[in-house]
C-alpha cells in the first residue's frame, strides 16, 4: 500500500492567512492526487482532482500543487468557512488511501 | 445535481453481517465507479473498495476475504456487505462517486454511523 503522510497535523491560524499542508507518498504516484476537505458531522468535500485542477465551485483561494511524491494544498487568504480538517488521497493505485488528516484551527 | 443517500441498519451485533445500500439520485449509476469508504469515529478516511456500473470491482486487501460490492442498476443502487464484523468495524460509512478521469471522489453520501455491539 501506499503510505500518504501530511504535515503538519494541526495548525492554527488567523482569516487572511495564507496556509500550506504538505502531503507526502511513499512512493511515486505522478499527479494522482486529490485533496479533500472535511467539517464535523459532515462528508468530505473535494477540492482538488489530479494535484492541481479545482473541482468545479470550488473557490479559487485553494489551489495544489505536486508531482511524483511531494504535493501542497495552499489556501491563500483563509476564510472562517475553511476552518476545517484537509485529507490527501491518492488514486495512483489499489488500495486508494488517504492521509491522517490536517485539521485548520482559529489562532 | 447527484446525490447519494445510504441506508440500512445502525446496529449490528459482533460475528453478523453489515449490509448498507447507497441509492443515487438525480443522475445514472451508468457509466461511474461507485466507492464505499469508512471513518471510525475520531479518526481518517479508510478506503473499502468500488464497483465499476458493470459489475467489476476491487477491494481493499485488509477487507477482501470479508467484502462483497454489488450494483443493482435498475435501482440505480449499489450494496456493501461486510461479514463478521467487530467492533473494529464500528464507522461511519460513506458511499462516494469516482467519476473516472483518475480515482477522486466528487459526490458522497451524508454517511451513516453503524456501531457494532450485542
Known amino acids: 500500500d501506499i503510505q500518504m503522510t501530511q504535515s503538519p497535523s494541526s495548525l492554527s491560524a488567523s482569516v487572511g492567512d495564507r496556509v500550506t499542508i504538505t502531503c507526502r507518498a511513499s512512493q511515486s504516484i505522478s499527479n494522482y492526487l486529490n485533496w479533500y476537505q472535511q467539517k464535523p458531522g459532515k462528508a468530505p468535500k473535494l477540492l482538488i482532482y489530479a494535484a492541481s485542477s479545482l473541482q468545479s465551485g470550488v473557490p479559487s483561494r485553494f489551489s ?10 495552499t489556501i491563500s487568504s483563509l476564510q472562517p468557512e475553511d476552518f476545517a480538517t484537509y485529507y490527501c488521497q491518492q488514486s495512483n493505485s489499489v488500495p486508494r488511501t488517504f492521509g491522517q488528516g490536517t485539521k485548520v484551527e482559529i489562532k | 445535481q447527484v446525490q447519494l443517500q445510504e441506508s440500512g441498519p445502525r446496529l449490528v451485533k459482533p460475528s453478523e453481517t453489515l449490509s448498507l445500500t447507497c441509492t443515487v ?8 465507479y461507485w466507492t464505499w469508504i469508512r471513518q471510525p469515529p ?4 479508510e478506503w473499502i473498495g ?8 476491487d477491494y481493499n486487501p485488509s477487507l477482501k476475504s470479508r467484502v462483497t460490492i454489488s450494483v443493482d442498476t435498475s435501482k440505480n443502487q449499489f450494496s456493501l456487505r461486510l461479514t463478521s464484523v467487530t467492533a473494529a468495524d464500528t464507522a461511519v460509512y460513506y458511499c462516494a462517486r469516482d467519476p473516472g478521469r483518475g480515482g477522486d471522489f466528487d459526490y458522497w453520501g451524508q454517511g451513516t454511523l453503524v456501531t457494532v455491539s450485542s
Open chain 2, 42 to 45: 475520531g479518526k481518517g478516511l
Open chain 1, 64 to 73: 495544489g500543487s505536486g508531482s511524483g511524491t511531494d504535493f501542497t494544498l
Open chain 2, 50 to 57: 468500488f464497483i465499476y456500473y458493470s459489475g467489476s470491482t
Open chain 2, 25 to 32: 439520485s438525480g443522475g445514472s449509476i451508468s457509466g461511474y
